[in-house]
């Protein structure tokens, strides 16, 4: 999967939405990232059904959901997911993961599974055929601005190999949890998919600062190409 850029959508300050919205798309992200959080799988509720159909409207970027919520096939279908967005859920909330899979490639969007810091890489064994993707948690999920848990490093590069070795180049690794601070070190661990949240991105309501911010990791990305 190509690599991306997605900026962190719960970090951003509602009221300037639109002026962030411009920004995006002016200096080309490649995704928006969606947390959307349910009070129980995670202890914090985020952003919601209209909130999504409200930037479905308002952009033509990809929306990148992230539920983080107990039994996602029921709650993806309320969601306005177009073609072409991408989906993750965490395999910790279903006792049914293909299940909720398949709700998401019913919608068209592309598949992934999304894992805690503490969720072996076991259990995408028997997943592989199904996915396009792994979002790797790099904190606890839940809340923005915390601090990296060390050895999703090592998972990142473990997953990395195991993809190689499969000859899957088509499924991503994507990262979420203080990615700016640890851009250079995740990308070369192998990840391909980068979250942008509070950490060294939108902690800044200058919008010059976030426009140069943006060139500088896709330069990272270019570099590594
Ligand atoms: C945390 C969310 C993240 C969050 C990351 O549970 O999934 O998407 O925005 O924020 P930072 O980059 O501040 O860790
Ligand atoms: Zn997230």
């Known amino acids: 999967m190509k690599k991306m850029l997605m900026p962190s959508m719960m970090c951003v300050d509602i009221l300037r939405l639109r002026e962030h919205l411009d920004l995006f798309e002016k200096v080309g992200v490649d995704a928006l990232h969606i947390d959307v959080m349910d009070g129980h799988f995670v202890p914090n509720l985020q952003l919601g059904v209209d909130y999504c159909r409200y930037l479905a409207s308002a952009t033509d970027l990809p929306l990148d959901y992230h539920f983080m919520v107990e039994e996602p096939e029921k709650i993806i279908p309320w969601f306005p997911i177009r073609k072409g967005d991408l989906v993750s859920l965490h395999v910790e909330g279903t006792g049914h993961v293909c299940r909720a899979l ?84 995740m990308l070369r661990a192998g990840a391909g998919l980068f979250v942008l949240g509070s950490s060294d991105y939108l902690d800044t309501d200058d919008l010059d600062l976030l426009a140069a911010r943006t060139a500088g990791y896709r330069r990272l990305l270019e570099a590594e190409a």
């Not at 019913?106 to 396009?132: F, Q």
């Not at 839940?142 to 090592?154: F, K, P, R, V």
């Not at 190689?164 to 990262?175: C, L, N, S």
């Open 102 to 185: 398949d709700a998401v490639v019913k919608k068209g969007a592309v598949p992934m599974v999304a894992l805690n810091p503490g969720t072996p890489l076991s259990v995408l064994d028997e997943l592989y055929d199904m996915i396009r993707g792994v979002l790797l948690m790099t904190v606890n999920p839940g809340y923005a601005g915390q601090t990296m848990i060390e050895s999703t490093l090592g998972k990142i590069e473990r997953l990395h190999a195991i993809l190689a070795e499969k000859g899957r180049t088509d499924i991503g690794i994507e990262v979420d949890g203080q990615v700016g601070k640890n851009f250079a070190r």
